[in-house]
């Protein structure tokens, strides 16, 4: 797996749900998906960052995605109905979703670990995700084949000092990929996660805003595994939390 090469047209006719898809890994994910032929749908908190992945994508001469802008702190069980009637509506089924948005919330020391900011993380890496992929799941179905994967982090393996909610709720998301991926195994439906890695994005300088940031991996560099799981290429890799930097 570890020297997977996406064929070009590998996503040709599937249809892809990315949140996050404004910036970082959620953006690259998003245009290449694009490259290699599947509509998109991009979801995100800041419409002027997806309307920007929109205009490259078309300009591209890619598919024409569809934008769903949503604060993911705020969204409710309902949001999430309504936008999955939207899509089985526009798209007929869906192909793959990838949970890609995320934040970090404040390194702090255990004793200082804010409710709110607590709150505020579970709701927007797990719970969010936990609904939105609830409301999905009829669509999903429809698909011959469907990918569901979450983004886990190694601090979601083995816990780290100073990194209380957002370390707990990669946890939690390695457990809902587990659940998930037991209760539907042998359907037309697989769940795994990927964990990134040490990746240049605007959440990574937060993390560790010292570092020399031109000796991190790229987004770019991580999307052999992301198209992975997303191609029909993956049927039958189920429960697997998988490393983007393996290769
Ligand atoms: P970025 O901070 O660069 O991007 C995060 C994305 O999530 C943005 O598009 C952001 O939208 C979106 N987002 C954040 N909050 C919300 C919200 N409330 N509603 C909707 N969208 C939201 O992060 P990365 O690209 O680095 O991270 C992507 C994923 O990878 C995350 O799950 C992260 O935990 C994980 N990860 C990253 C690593 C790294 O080194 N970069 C390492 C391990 C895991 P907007 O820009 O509009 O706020």
């Known amino acids: 797996m570890q020297s997977y090469q996406a064929a070009s047209d590998v996503l040709d006719g599937k249809v892809i749900l990315v949140t996050g898809a404004g910036d970082g890994i959620g953006k690259e994910a998003a245009l290449s998906y694009a490259r290699?032929?599947?509509?998109?749908?991009?979801?995100g908190k800041?419409?002027?960052?997806?309307?920007?992945?929109?205009?490259?994508i078309v300009a591209a001469g890619g598919k024409e995605p569809a934008i769903i802008p949503l604060d993911l702190k705020g969204a409710t069980a309902k949001h999430y109905r309504d936008m999955a009637a939207t899509i089985t509506a526009e798209f007929g089924h869906l192909d793959g979703v990838l949970h890609n948005a995320g934040i970090l919330g404040v390194l702090s020391p255990f004793e200082h670990i804010d409710l709110t900011s607590w709150q505020d993380i579970m709701?927007?890496?797990?719970t969010?995700?936990?609904?939105m992929t609830q409301a999905l799941m009829p669509a999903l179905k429809l698909a011959p084949h469907a990918s569901v994967?979450?983004?886990?982090?190694?601090?979601?393996?083995?816990?780290?000092?100073?990194?209380?909610?957002?370390?707990?709720?990669?946890f939690a998301t390695e457990g809902l990929m587990q659940v998930m991926?037991?209760?539907?195994?042998n359907s037309n439906v697989r769940v795994?996660?990927?964990?990134?890695?040490?990746t240049r994005t605007k959440m990574r300088s937060r993390a560790y805003p010292g570092e020399d940031?031109?000796?991190?991996?790229?987004?770019?560099?991580?999307?052999?595994?992301?198209?992975?799981?997303?191609?029909?290429?993956?049927?039958?890799?189920?429960g697997q939390s998988l490393d983007a930097q393996a290769k």
Not at 46 to 56: C, E, G, P, Q, R
Not at 149 to 170: E, L, N, Q
Not at 181 to 185: F, G, Q, R, T
Not at 192 to 198: K, L, R, S
Request: with cysteine.
């Open 46 to 56: 800041t419409v002027a960052k997806l309307t920007a992945v929109y205009d490259v």
């Open 149 to 170: 994967v979450f983004t886990s982090s190694g601090v979601g393996r083995k816990g780290r000092a100073f990194w209380g909610p957002y370390a707990v709720s990669k």
């Open 123 to 126: 709701q927007v890496n797990v």
């Open 213 to 238: 940031v031109n000796l991190l991996k790229t987004p770019a560099d991580l999307m052999w595994l992301y198209l992975y799981l997303m191609s029909d290429d993956s049927i039958g890799v189920n």
């Open 128 to 131: 969010a995700a936990m609904l």
């Open 181 to 185: 991926a037991d209760e539907y195994d």
């Open 192 to 198: 795994n996660c990927i964990n990134p890695g040490a």
């Open 36 to 43: 290699h032929g599947a509509s998109v749908i991009l979801l």
